[in-house]
């Protein structure tokens, strides 16, 4: 996996999806981010990526950083920031080659996100993806470390907190893609207990908002 080709070929695709909006389409509310639109979003994927470049970046990715990224691009069309962006995309490539690969996981992220605003899928089956999925998954890991083994079932993709999977006290079962934006925060509480299969959840609820609270209404993308 090249995360370098991993990020730019994310780009293409976001830049793709994004290229055509029309006016309502931007203006959809993001699901995932539901304080932000579609253009919101895509302001704050541009504005991060401008900001690294820039050498301003807090450590922890602060509400107010991200959202500075959007009040800077307030009112600016679609065209404009994927211009702005255009023009990023190759500082970007050399940051990354020098520094690390870090901003990979941000637009792999709100990749879906967007596409769950926009009802478009794709970019699911990719090495970035499935990359960030085994990191984030190992996140989870270490947070319900205490807790008895968990395993989440994907199907061909299993993973299982510790210890053979047939020993875990709990089994979440869904498709691969969906537990993969469940380690990132992107899934309900109600759809982790939907999928259940084994044991109880609850004590795991806190482990999967890896990200941040996890959302109050079912996603999907």
């Not at 090495?127 to 890991?141: H, I, N, V």
């Amino acid at each position: 996996m090249d995360p370098i080709e991993e990020w730019t070929n994310a780009q293409h695709r976001v830049t793709g999806l994004t290229g055509d909006l029309s006016s309502g389409e931007a203006a959809e509310t993001v699901p995932a981010c539901p304080e932000w639109t579609v253009r919101d979003l895509l302001a704050h994927m541009i504005g991060l990526n401008a900001d690294v470049l820039a050498g301003d970046e807090p450590d922890d990715h602060n509400e107010a950083w991200t959202q500075r990224q959007v009040d800077r691009r307030a009112n600016r069309p679609v065209v404009e920031l994927l211009e702005e962006w255009a023009g990023l995309v190759e500082p970007m490539r050399r940051w990354m080659r020098e520094h690390t690969s870090r901003p990979l996981a941000d637009i792999l992220i709100h990749e879906q996100d967007l596409r769950g605003a926009l009802r478009v899928p794709g970019g699911r089956a990719t090495p970035g993806l499935a990359s960030l999925r085994d990191d984030f998954a190992g996140r989870f890991g270490a947070a319900v470390a205490d807790e008895p083994p968990i395993l989440l079932d994907g199907g061909i993709w299993r993973w299982v907190s510790r210890g053979p999977a047939e020993d875990a006290a709990t089994v979440v079962r869904a498709d691969e893609f969906e537990l993969t934006r469940a380690v990132m925060s992107r899934r309900s509480a109600a759809q982790l207990r939907w999928w259940t299969a084994k044991g109880d959840v609850e004590p795991y609820l806190a482990g999967f908002a890896t990200l941040g609270d996890l959302p109050d209404r079912d996603l999907e993308e």
